[in-house]
């Protein structure tokens, strides 16, 4: 479902290296089915599942027939080779996964991605029809300098080097400041809502002309819950989040979808 200026409500959920492959069944069917009951008739956000590698087969089958669609955490940007203990993106598109992450920061700060591997990832994941969701966000070090737009900036413009305009068009940005992650501190809304309006700006000017930046979808992330869902979605630049602790419970997972549909309702007022 569409939303403003065209980009997507999106609620992503990054399990990251939780959940056997039994429980992330459990998981997935209790998303499903509380998605199922909960929302009868309403416009869903885009729902994205992002379990590790090994539960993509069982999360794929509990969402068959359903809204939800999932994501890999991570790829290669290479499509096969000697390149033990990676994946690479046919495999993925081979099982019909139709999302990827590409450099969260937990893959910047512990496995080495740099913007130059992001770039080459997004672009790989673009070439195999995947939806790239690219993560950018600044440390607390470099907030505390006065460095986040730079920071930000810079990850955009790397992230997006050498993709053409209507590939970049497909790209999803994710804002994840990396000092909120997984730390229960939230950025300040009206905050998070100015760079992630950086970023669109940033795009636009990347790609001067073509006004992209206004369909690209741009999401937060930082310890999104229930209690800071729905003013997020109600900025202007927000258009969903990434989440990571609050998407392992169905029970705390599904507020998050509601403040997504809630987003979508106000803005089909707004157009209708
Ligand atoms: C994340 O892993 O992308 C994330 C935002 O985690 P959390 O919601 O736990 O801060």
């Known amino acids: 479902m569409s939303s403003q200026g065209g980009r997507k409500t999106i609620i992503a959920g990054n399990w ?3 959940k056997t492959p ?7 069917k209790a998303i499903v089915e509380g998605v199922a009951s909960q929302f009868k008739g309403e416009a869903l956000p885009e729902i994205v599942l992002c379990p590790t590698f090994v539960c993509l ?3 794929l089958n509990q969402v068959k027939g359903s809204p939800c669609k999932v994501g890999a955490q991570n790829m290669d940007y290479r499509d096969s080779g000697a390149f033990t203990g990676e994946i690479a993106p046919p495999m993925l598109t081979a099982m019909a996964v139709q ?14 991605e740099t913007n130059e591997s992001v770039n ?3 672009k790989a994941a673009l070439a195999h029809g995947l939806v790239p969701v690219m993560c950018v966000g600044e440390l607390l070090e470099q907030r505390e300098q006065g460095l986040t737009d730079s920071v930000v900036k810079e990850q955009v413009v790397k992230g997006l080097a050498g993709i053409a305009a209507t590939d970049a068009a497909k790209v999803v940005v994710a804002y994840e400041p990396v000092w909120a992650i997984g730390t229960g501190k939230t950025c300040e809304t009206p905050e998070a809502n100015r760079v992630c309006g950086l970023i669109r700006a940033e795009i636009d000017s990347l790609y001067s002309g073509t006004n992209i930046g206004a369909g690209v979808s741009i999401l937060y992330g ?7 869902i729905d003013e997020q979605m109600e900025q202007e630049h927000i258009d969903g989040a990434l989440v990571g602790g609050a998407s392992l419970k169905a029970e705390d997972f599904l507020p998050l979808i509601k403040g997504g549909a809630k987003r ?3 803005q ?3 157009t209708s």
Do not use: C, P
């Not at 039994?22 to 997935?28: D, G, P, Q, V, Y």
């Not at 999302?99 to 080495?112: A, C, K």
């Not at 930082?222 to 800071?228: I, Y």
């Open 99 to 112: 999302y990827v992450l590409i450099g969260h920061s937990e893959r910047r700060q512990f496995f080495g």
């Open 57 to 59: 087969s069982e999360v």
């Open 22 to 28: 039994a429980e992330a069944t459990s998981l997935a």
């Open 268 to 270: 089909l007022v707004k």
């Open 120 to 122: 080459l990832k997004v």
């Open 222 to 228: 930082g310890s999104v819950k229930a209690s800071t």
């Open 264 to 266: 979508l309702k106000s």
């Open 16 to 18: 990251k290296m939780n």
